[in-house]
């Protein structure tokens, strides 16, 4: 089943924070991000394992509440390259496929 | 470490035509996947293999669309007979050892 992802879009100017959720109705096992820019192809940000982990990517970070099946992605002072459409994936145990949100564009402004 | 590569970058077909698809993923990833992605959708998966067999095609419109990976290596996905709704991009992925996907860059499939 395809997670929800939230906001489904967002608009910035550059400096602010923004933070992107994805549920899951599933178990899960792990949770992938992607960010898209247009014309190109997906590409990994991170993946967070089932443990609660939090992850960071320069000022890019995650957390992963498997409790809840739910994961945020906060994007800290924006910066114009990160716009894009960010995907979450979910991978539920047993499987090693993702099943990707419909995704959340975000437009960083100067 | 080269990238997954894709070819063609694009193609234009009539509706009812063949198409074929080609991915070669990064060397040494034995895990490679197909996904279609339609405008301003995710990327839905099509089919997954492990080395040069299947884990899952459940998704894979049989009717219409078959996917080979010989000798556990490059591998392509054909469409045929191709139908307005297979308009798309095709993405071909492979997974390494950070369980990250790496995408090639797709082909942008128009049939008209």
């Known amino acids: 089943q395809q997670p929800v992802q939230s906001p489904q879009a967002v608009i910035l100017r550059e400096g602010e924070d923004a933070v992107i959720n994805c549920s899951s109705s599933?178990?899960?096992?792990?949770v992938h991000w992607y960010r898209q820019k247009h014309g190109e192809a997906p590409v990994f940000l991170m993946i967070?394992?089932?443990?609660?982990e939090q992850k960071g990517h320069d000022k890019i970070s995650a957390s992963f509440n498997e409790k809840k099946q739910q994961s945020s992605l906060y994007l800290t002072a924006s910066q114009l390259s990160y716009s894009g459409t960010y995907f979450c994936?979910?991978?539920?145990?047993?499987?090693?496929?993702?099943?990707f949100g419909k995704g959340t564009m975000l437009l960083v402004s100067p | 470490e080269a990238g997954v590569a894709q070819s063609p970058r694009y193609k234009i077909i009539e509706k009812r035509q063949s198409v074929a698809f080609w991915c070669n993923p990064i060397?040494?990833?034995?895990?490679l996947y197909w996904y279609q992605q339609i405008l301003g959708q995710g990327p839905k998966l099509l089919i997954q293999?492990?080395?040069?067999?299947?884990?899952?095609d459940s998704q894979l419109p049989k009717d219409r669309f078959s996917a080979e990976r010989l000798k556990g290596v490059d591998s392509t996905l054909k469409i045929q007979p191709a139908k307005l709704e297979d308009s798309a991009v095709y993405l071909c992925?492979?997974?390494?050892?950070?369980?990250?996907?790496?995408f090639g860059s797709g082909t942008r499939l128009t049939v008209v």
């Open positions: 060397s040494g990833h034995a895990t």
């Open positions: 967070l394992l089932k443990g609660g």
């Open positions: 992925a492979s997974r390494g050892r950070n369980y990250g996907y790496t």
């Open positions: 994936g979910t991978e539920r145990p047993g499987y090693s496929t993702l099943t």
């Open positions: 599933k178990a899960l096992y792990s």
């Open positions: 293999f492990q080395n040069n067999g299947v884990v899952d």
